[in-house]
């Protein structure tokens, strides 16, 4: 059987290490395990029992940090700095819901409009998940999602991205040293077919799925057709609004690092920046200046081929109209940073995501015109708003089409923050208590008397 998981270093092209496949037995036996342990376990155990395992989870995030770090540099090209810190807000994800579980999970009683006795909501664990994760946050994207649902009584059957199987059995194991039971947590490397099966089987009650947009909608058409509640979060092209700064050099390198946040391999990454006309020319400036000037210490894109595939998108911006000013050429993985301007409606890269250290800045002659243009695109994920007048920042945000909006910050995203989006970019939220309230069964318990 062809092996579709690798570690390729794309920083230098070299296969470290292949996976197996799962065969139709692992996978079977991923299903069975997980389904057992939600009936054995996750039923039976109370949240206090869940939430320390859950917090132990998190301190060996703490205790393999290093390790944990340095798998991913060689996955996916993360640099150094940024996978430690990854490792670190799993952690803290981790610490959240162990935390907050109990809290999160309790009773909530439901005021009568009349008659007698009382009424109230459970929640209680729908029993197993499957988990789609993509390749570029290994370990924040599975903490997000497994943290909530085992802290909860679900089961988790993990099915990570083919470039991350070593992260993904790292992840594991650390459910198993945490004291999971069998099963609580399993790790398959599917293919996308055995992954339809997964869906369908009926021991399997929900999915979660971040990803790409292709692949949001094919899961969906699958657990639609088998009446499967599904969470998604796909891409984003997050509008980064400039109508207002006392400092624009301080706005300027919130800029430069909403666009360059894990080399522009972020969803919710700035990447499309709409700078009001009278700040646009000294913005375009000094943000060009910035993000070109992080050109030498730039990690690698995650492959050879998510480079080429952002080279032919920018390349065809250019060819339609827009001016590039970059940093050089494509190496392999390596993609210079640049700046699109002049990219109109109707442009192909208009309405695509840049994936990768390449910005696109619009000019807006008013807010109305930075509103609009923010909320032209199919996706509808994350926005930044930076303005000196709370009024128009408050009635801005009101006005965006997106799931969530930061005003005046960047990298301001916590464990207790819900995080998800609209249109395109998927439906469902994870964190927080929106994110934890997604995969219960919200019983109704009526007693007349």
């Not at 997050?238 to 430069?256: C, H, K, M, Q, R």
Request: hydrophobic share 45%; charged share 25%.
């Amino acid at each position: 059987m062809s092996t579709i998981y690798a570690v390729t270093d794309p920083a230098t092209g070299e296969v470290v290490q292949e996976y197996p496949t799962a065969t139709a037995q692992d996978v079977e036996q991923a299903v069975a395990s997980a389904h057992e342990a939600a009936s054995r376990w996750g039923r039976t155990t109370t949240v206090a029992e869940r939430a320390a395992l859950v917090r132990r989870v998190g301190e060996l995030h703490t205790e393999r940090r290093d390790e944990l770090a340095a798998i991913i540099v060689r996955e996916m090209g993360k640099p150094l700095e940024d996978a430690l810190g990854e490792v670190d807000f799993s952690a803290e994800i981790h610490a959240f819901y162990a935390d907050n579980a109990e809290r999160l999970l309790a009773d909530e009683p439901v005021e009568l409009l009349g008659g007698d006795g009382s009424a109230l909501v459970r929640r209680s664990p729908v029993g197993v998940l499957l988990g789609i994760m993509p390749w570029n946050f290994p370990y924040y994207q599975v903490a997000r999602f497994a943290a909530p649902n085992l802290a909860t009584g679900n089961t988790v059957v993990l099915k990570h991205a083919p470039q991350c199987p070593e992260s993904a059995a790292a992840i594991e194991q650390m459910y198993r040293d945490a004291g999971f039971p069998e099963g609580a947590y399993v790790n398959v490397y599917a293919t996308n077919e055995q992954v339809a099966d997964i869906i369908a089987d009926p021991r399997v009650a929900g999915v979660s799925l971040t990803g790409s947009e292709r692949a949001g909608a094919a899961v969906a058409e699958i657990a639609g057709r088998h009446l499967k509640k599904v969470v998604l979060e796909l891409g984003g092209s997050d509008p980064f609004i400039v109508l207002g700064a006392s400092d624009l050099d301080e706005t300027v390198e919130a800029a430069v690092a909403a666009r360059l946040d894990n080399t522009g391999q972020a969803c919710n990454a700035g990447k499309r920046f709409i700078v009001a006309a009278d700040l646009y020319d000294d913005f375009v400036e000094k943000f060009t200046a910035g993000i070109l000037a992080s050109a030498d210490g730039l990690a690698p894109l995650s492959s050879e081929q998510a480079a080429a595939n952002l080279e032919q998108q920018v390349q065809r911006a250019v060819e339609q109209g827009a001016e590039l000013t970059s940093a050089g050429e494509r190496r392999g993985a390596h993609f210079p940073p640049g700046v699109l301007t002049g990219v109109k409606p109707g442009d192909d890269v208009f309405h695509q995501e840049l994936f990768g250290p390449v910005a696109m800045v619009f000019k807006a002659a008013d807010e109305d015109e930075a509103v609009a243009l923010a909320n032209d695109t199919p996706y509808g994920l994350g926005s930044y708003v930076f303005t000196d007048d709370a009024d128009q920042a408050a009635r801005v945000a009101d006005r965006l089409e997106t799931g969530m909006v930061f005003v005046n910050g960047v990298g301001a995203e916590g464990a207790e923050l819900p995080f998800g989006g609209v249109k395109r970019s998927g439906f469902g939220r994870e964190l927080g208590r929106f994110g934890m309230d997604e995969f219960v069964n919200k019983k109704l318990i009526r007693t007349v008397r």
